[in-house]
């Protein structure tokens, strides 16, 4: 009886080493736009300045290869690109408000353009949000800018700082 005891004692402990570390692991990244560009990459001098046009700088800037199909959480403004009055299914994360619309964009490897299959509701472009999903290094090219990043998203929720 006592073996019987020790043996299920440990079958229980291994089960929730297990189930502790399984959902450890469905815990997305916590990534900032400084992670998302490499850690040795110094811009050249030419995209230090600006000349007042909407062109994007950048187009070329490098990315992290290895944040390659992780799941992710990157905060940031979303810049709707399609959608209904309802909800928004594909959009520009950007690292500041603004970016792509009033000023240049940013650099290809500071946006991230995110997919929702079933459309999320954006109730102000102005407020920041967390947007988690699977983020690839598949680059995306549009109208208002190269980007360097993609996600399928998940979730999204307010920015709380």
């Not at 043996?7 to 959902?23: D, E, G, K, M, S």
């Not at 709707?80 to 619309?101: H, K, Q, R, S």
């Amino acid at each position: 009886m006592k073996k019987t005891n020790k043996y299920t004692l440990n079958l229980v402990r291994i089960l929730v080493v297990v189930t502790c570390f399984a959902t450890h692991a469905k815990e997305p990244l916590e990534l900032f736009w400084e992670d998302m560009v490499p850690k040795n990459y110094i811009p050249p001098e030419a995209e230090l300045s600006h000349d007042g046009s909407m062109m994007q700088l950048g187009v070329n800037a490098p990315i992290v290869e290895a944040l390659d199909n992780k799941l992710v959480k990157i905060p940031g403004f979303v810049v709707p690109l399609e959608g209904d009055d309802i909800n928004t299914t594909e959009f520009l994360l950007v690292p500041y408000f603004g970016a792509c619309i009033h000023v240049p964009p940013p650099p290809a490897n500071q946006i991230v353009y995110v997919k929702f299959s079933e459309g999320v509701p954006i109730h102000n472009i102005q407020d920041a949000v967390w947007v988690t999903g699977t983020l690839s290094t598949k680059t995306w090219q549009g109208d208002l800018a190269t980007v360097g990043y993609s996600l399928t998203g998940i979730k999204i929720s307010p920015y709380d700082g």
